[in-house]
């Protein structure tokens, strides 16, 4: 057990979350997903986001039209599908659980008489 | 100074420093590889090379007349990433760099040393089973995966049994490859396919050792054949190439020419010669991929909204402790029953699967061997050029080619080679075509041959022996024959046996004794042969050279008779009649049961020769025992009765008429057949002391399998002998 897997592993089950996120806000071309990602101070490699978004399309989740650019070839420019919407809203309460129960967890003793009891509502 | 080339890169034309277009090749390799058992692939390729032609565009608008530098593939490179910057690293926050920076190759390395075997997660074709072994052992997944398939091809399914039963017992874990070195071909000292070059880099030795073992059973068998024989080399293609071990190796040596890719990039080739690469853990990252960030991803969130619900659930119920021991243990413990159940499942199906396959391939090389296995005769058999030419078309096309096709599908699927060339399907395709053409073409040629029937015949003069007994025997061999076929046990089923390369001995031959009409022994051979015309089958037939000698009471019969290249093989045979007079005897020798019986077939187009009327009057004999002609046939003359299952046969046939009775009974029990001219119908009656059964329709076969007389089997062979007769009696 080494901390940079775990770390890497977290960072990593976020990933789709933040990028649908991003996505479902409005339409984006895969540089400004990378522009946002960086200002949130998330850095993710242009190498691993072509592929994540080529299997969140194939999964259905995603579609993309081709928007002419001036700058260079055709972009492809991706937005959410209803499927898409469902699995964002799925994992948005999941992630709301999750944050809360790391949050109940890892301040046990500060928090613990107040949100035991209504931490399942 | 720099080169300035001008690359066509996504549609554009791009002007681009020649060292600059090098790295840029070599990293879109890199991904290619990277992403080789990626379903989207391509598309993910083509999305980022997309980028990057954009990146391109946006610095050449910036300069104009300027042209892609290595800075500029280098800063590229660096934002999109390389391969082994991807995994591991996927996020980097601000103060995580520093760590994440050695993530990727801590990541996915299990320095354990040797003494834990898993079944390797992020390699595998089936289960990572080999893999996980090859990781075991430090070796190449390759050579296990080839090893598997011989163990499982030559041991009856034994390593199929042994993956299964690893596949269930191992755990899965995602496994660092350990072998960098690589089994490819080698461009740069290619004599043929660089296949032998490949190896020596691959082994480390001199590249005069593998070519000097793949080249070695050549050179001898033809230096052999220029020594040994008059003829050269070429006729003997067959021998050099299907020649056991120099034919394995050649078959070896196509097959990885096909399968093993050419060593292109730089790095494959320093992978080749299992030096560090450049790009070090372009494997590592290639077998985390492979489970797929989004797999993961979602195990992992699935995990945690699992623990959290447990967790949430464990604290309404207030049994936290007990509830967090017992839930991971049920999970896992359900887990592994699933895995083990689905590994079944799949296992089942792959098992029929791989049975069908399997004997499907074991079918054409059946199909090969018999084929390569009447190649000696075809000399015999065909007659001009076309029909040699449909011979060796269908013997490389229809017979040669599919199993060609399926070594290399299983070497394929084996080695986990993309398949680079779609074409090489369509070659076999066409090929396999064009081989059922040839076998049709040459089917309908030979048939042709093969359509009449013609015959000769010739009457033997006969000394009447002095003691009023004739004894047939066989004649001594004259030439020394030996089994043409490549088979030791059909030894004794073929009809023909080979004297040398120019003639062929035919033991079809058959012995018939019948009731002479005066009272001397008469004695004549027919000789049957086919052809295209009647007048061509009798020409064949009249060429048929069939000797008897006499001495005295002893007939001496051929061992056979020989046809020629150029008389060629047309189904001849050879009818032996002995006609004995009433009153006279005679015994076969057991030797004469060295002539493969046959029937003589009266087809469509008859058998034109003057139907004598002694010709149905035939009476059955065993060898080695004397007989005595009677009004009734043939009584052997010891006068037993049924000592060795042979009863009392009695066989009143009315002559011309084809019709007549057949009787067979031992003590108590008999049978009757009897057989109508008007149509088909053979009318049995069994008579047993325990009862008697009558067939009232042509059912013989329920008949003679039904009645549970103690000598069925005797019965049985009775039927076959009756049937026999009535073949040739009709």
Redesign the interface.
Known sequence: M????T???M???V??FCILSIIKRAEAY??DIIEE?KKA????????L??????????DLLTYRWVE?Q???P??YFSLTDKGAAFYKE?EA?WQ??AN?VQSITQNGMYQSET?NN??Q | MKKVININFQGRVVPIEESAYEELKNYTDSLRRYFAREEGRDEIINDIENRIAELFMERLKNRPGGCITDQDIREIMTSIGRPEDFDGETIETEEGSSYARTAGTSNTSFTEPRGSLYRNESDKVLGGVCSGLANYLKIDPTVVRILFTLITLGGFGSGFLLYIILWIVLPAKSLQQQVRRRLYRNPDEKVIGGVCSGIAAYFNIGVWIPRLIFVAPFLISIIANIFGRHGGPFNDFPDVVFGSFGGTLFVTYLILWIVVPFATSASEKLEMRGEKVDLESIKNTVQEELQGVKGRAEKFSDEFRQKASTFGEEVKDGAQQFASNVAPVARTTGATLGHAIGVLFKAFFLFIAGIIVFALFVALLALVFSGVGIFPLKNFMLDGFWQHAMAWGTLILFLLVPIIAVIIWLVRSITGAKSRNNYLGYIFGTLWTLGWVCMITLAGLISRQFKRVGNVKETIVLAQPSNGKLNIDLGATTGKYYNMMWFDESDDDLPALSADEDSMLLRTVRLRIIKSKDNDYHAYTMKLARGNTPIQAEQTASMINFNVDQNDSIIYLPKGFGISKESKFRNQQVLVVLEVPVGKSVRVDRSIDWYRWFNIDMGRHGINFDVDEDYYNDYSWSSDIWYVMTDKGLERMDGATGDSGAGNNDWNADENEQKGEYRYRKGNDTIDIKIDKKDTTLNIKLSTEARTMESDNDNVETLAVKPRVSKSAVIRHTFIGALDLLKIGR
């Open positions: 080494n901390i940079e897997n770390q890497s592993q960072r990593k089950g990933l789709e895969p540089s990602m101070n998330l850095h993710i490699l242009e190498g691993t072509y592929p994540l978004l080529t299997r969140l399309k194939n999964a650019s700058s260079g070839p972009r492809k994992l999941t659980e999750l129960a035991a931490f399942n």
